[in-house]
Structure formats: structure tokens, C-alpha cells
């Protein structure tokens, strides 16, 4: 016998979105949270409303059936997709857009939304009281049980970064080209890239063994298991380019999980490798878009090209009470201050508080070649700092085995002028 679907609601941060919809007639929007079909269950630990594409949001207070069902229409499936795929890219790895939900009174013009995410394994209904709600398993075509508990405690956040340095052909500085030869290029290097723990231990994907972390819950972001990605001869050299025209891009990428605290190795690996396609994505699609921007205004990639140079924007992440991090990105000559609103749009959480961070800092021309001669991925933003102690440390050593050295030497001269004298008596 099939054992039944489990759904979990974090009873803090779901348990508040729902006692809020009361204040509403209607809504539609998604489910964020991580999904198991082997453990048969799923995570609920968010929930996005969608909006109308003029951002409107006082059509969810309408109550009569024409007006309501006049307003569905506007919710139509490819605007329901984009907003699956924004609130995707703005999630750490790890979680995704498990499902659907509505909210409000039983009319088929409400019901029928669910039609366009029939792809999405959980569909939740909730009551226009609140009182009652119905979640099916999509895949099973079964309902699923629905329970409030404190999850989100058991989850971790882990932390990986490398740095980028690369050349990828741009005929006469074709910008699309570039981003397209840049996606080709990290398909392959998401594909063969290896982590390794701060204790030296390879991850496999092969490993069905539990990953042990050192931490539980992590709540500092810079104070979590931190896992390293190598990755060997990225770093390109530009005398490889066989004539073509090339533009050089540059970068820090963090990945940032947020994950079961008890999972596989195996499960760590893959939503690492996810995390890395994501995020790459993500700051490919900024760019198309900011590229399309400046191109209605000049009629070029001038200004995204600087000096044969991509610089890939930087990830900024904010963390509202109670809940994750989310990010959102920006190039490296912009300002964070636009992205509290942007978040709005996308999760539909209001209060952003002072809590945006720019995790990653522009990439200096210096830390490229300290890269790419130590073979090893220089940690951005605050991690930098470690770094830094540790060559100076090790300088030391150096100079002090140095110094070591030349005493010796010249003791054992005095002691022979030493031993010749005494001889010589």
C-alpha cells in the first residue's frame, strides 16, 4: 500500500502568511519549500502571491464574482511561468517552487489557475474562511495530509565560492554571443566541477552515506559548514583563442543551500551542482536584460562590455524575520537600493528592513592571478580577511626559517675559527 503524501507547513512563517489571507477575498500564488518523492513528503516554507503585471495588488480585495473572475483572466499560464521562474532564481539551493495555491470562494474560474501549474507536484486549496485546507499530490492524483510544525529548525545553510576568469569568443563585440558561449561554457563546468569539506573529504555523488555538518542550524551566514568548489583549469588563458575575438569575464560566485540538516552526500552534491546552474543563470539573465535595456537607449553593449570585460553581477541576499535568505542580483557599478523592491514584487514579503547584503565584492585584477597561481578559489567578502592572516602567517614562517638558517651558518663558522684556533694551540 502506497504510503500517503505528507505535507508540512513551517507553522511561523506559513502559519502567518495564512492567518493574513483573511484580510483578502481571493488569491493565487506558489509554494516554496523542498520537495521529497522518495520520503513522500514536502516542505512548505513560503508563499508567493502572484501579482498582476502592473503590480496592482488591491484587485485580491474584490468580492464580486465579475470583477474577480475579470482579474483571473489577467493571470494568464506564460505570466503564472515568469513568476515561477523569478521567485526560482531568488531562492537559495535546495529549495524550489514545489507547488500551487488558491485561496478564496469556490467558483471555476479560481479553480481552473491550477491548470496552468499542473506540473508542479502540490496543489493546495484553501477555504475562503481559512478553516479548511486541501493539498493533492499532483504526481499520485491523491490528497495529500496537511500539518503546521516548526520546520524550518531543521534545516542548515551551507556556503560554497570560486572565482571566474575566462574568455569566451565575441565577434565584434556580439554580446548575445558571449552569453551564449558563456552558458555552453558553465554547463560543462557545473558537469565536472568537484566540492570538498573544510576537512579535506571529497564529496561524491556516488556516496549514499549522511552528510555530517558541523552545525545543525546555522543562523550567521558566514559562520556555516562551508564547502569548497575546485575547479581545475578555469581559469583560461587568453593566447588559446586561435584568432577569434574574445571577451574576458570576470567574477566571485557564492552558492548559498539551504537544505534538510539530515540528507545524503549524494543529495548535498546534486543541489550544490543545482545551485550552481542556478545562480549562473540567474546573473546571465541580468544581464540579457540589462543588455536589452541598453540597447533601446544606445544601440550597444558598450556599456556592458568595458574594456574587452563581462563583470558578472553580484549576488545580493536579504534574510526577513523567521525565514531564509533570498537574493537578487545587480551589476557591480549599481547600488543595492533597488532590491527591497524587486523582492516585493517577486515573494510579496513588505518588510525588508535594513537587511540587504551585496554578498560578493567585485573581482580585482590582482585576485584573478593570486587564483590562478595557487591553484586555489579566493574566498570574497568577508572570507578574503582569512585569507590574507594566512599568507601573512605563513610569510612569517618563511622569513623565520630564513633567519634560522643564516644563525646556523654562521655559528658553525665561529665554532670551526674556534676548533683551528684551539688546534693550532
Not at 499532483?138 to 575566462?166: C, G, H, P
Not at 542556478?278 to 540579457?288: G, K, P, S, V
Not at 528592513?353 to 567578502?381: M, W
Request: proline share 3%; with cysteine.
Amino acid at each position: 500500500q502506497t504510503m500517503t503524501h505528507r505535507v508540512f507547513g513551517d507553522e511561523v512563517i506559513v502559519g502567518g502568511i495564512l492567518n493574513g489571507l483573511s484580510q483578502l477575498h481571493w488569491q493565487f500564488g506558489i509554494l516554496v519549500g523542498y520537495h521529497d518523492d522518495q520520503a513522500n513528503k514536502t516542505d512548505v516554507l513560503g508563499m508567493s502571491p502572484t501579482p498582476s503585471e502592473d503590480g496592482d495588488r488591491s484587485h485580491w480585495m474584490c468580492s464580486k464574482p465579475k470583477e474577480v473572475e475579470q482579474n483571473l483572466k489577467l493571470l494568464d499560464r506564460e505570466w503564472i511561468i515568469e513568476h515561477i521562474s523569478q521567485v526560482t532564481n531568488s531562492l537559495p539551493g535546495g529549495l524550489e517552487v514545489v507547488g500551487a495555491y488558491v485561496f478564496g470562494p469556490s467558483i471555476t474560474a479560481l479553480d481552473s489557475l491550477f491548470s496552468h501549474v499542473s506540473q508542479l507536484p502540490i496543489h493546495m486549496r484553501i477555504s475562503q474562511d481559512g478553516k479548511h485546507i486541501k493539498c493533492t499530490n499532483t504526481k499520485k492524483r491523491k490528497e495529500a495530509k496537511w500539518m503546521l510544525e516548526n520546520i524550518i529548525a531543521n534545516y542548515m545553510l551551507i556556503k560554497s565560492s570560486f572565482q571566474v576568469d575566462t574568455m569566451v569568443p565575441c565577434v565584434k563585440d556580439n554580446f548575445t554571443q558571449a552569453l551564449q558561449s558563456l552558458k555552453e561554457l558553465f554547463d560543462v563546468l557545473v558537469a565536472e566541477t568537484q566540492f570538498t569539506s573544510t576537512s579535506g573529504d571529497l564529496l561524491r555523488m556516488s556516496d549514499a552515506q549522511d552528510f555530517k555538518a558541523s552545525h545543525k542550524k546555522v543562523i550567521d551566514i558566514f559562520s556555516c559548514e562551508k564547502v569548497i568548489a575546485h575547479v581545475p583549469g578555469f581559469i583560461s588563458d587568453a593566447s588559446s583563442s586561435l584568432g577569434k575575438a574574445q571577451c574576458q569575464v570576470r567574477g566571485s560566485v557564492i552558492l548559498l543551500l539551504f537544505v534538510p540538516a539530515k540528507l545524503k552526500t549524494s543529495t548535498l552534491v546534486r543541489h550544490l551542482r543545482q545551485e550552481m546552474q542556478r545562480t549562473i543563470a540567474a546573473r546571465i539573465a541580468t544581464l540579457e536584460d540589462v543588455f536589452l535595456d541598453v540597447e533601446d537607449e544606445i544601440g550597444s553593449s558598450t556599456a556592458l562590455i568595458k574594456r574587452g570585460t563581462i563583470s558578472l553581477p553580484l549576488r545580493c541576499v536579504s534574510k526577513p524575520e523567521n525565514t531564509f535568505y533570498y537574493s537578487s542580483y545587480i551589476l557591480p557599478d549599481e547600488t543595492s537600493e533597488s532590491v527591497a523592491s524587486v523582492l516585493t514584487n517577486i515573494i510579496g514579503i513588505n518588510d525588508w528592513g535594513d537587511t540587504i547584503h551585496v554578498l560578493e565584492q567585485a573581482t580585482t585584477v590582482s585576485s584573478i592571478e593570486q587564483a590562478a597561481t595557487s591553484h586555489l578559489p579566493v574566498k570574497p567578502s568577508t572570507s578574503a580577511e582569512d585569507l590574507i592572516v594566512k599568507k601573512k602567517k605563513d610569510v612569517q614562517t618563511e622569513q623565520g626559517g630564513g633567519t634560522t638558517k643564516i644563525l646556523l651558518a654562521v655559528l658553525a663558522v665561529l665554532i670551526a675559527i674556534l676548533l683551528s684556533y684551539l688546534a693550532s694551540k
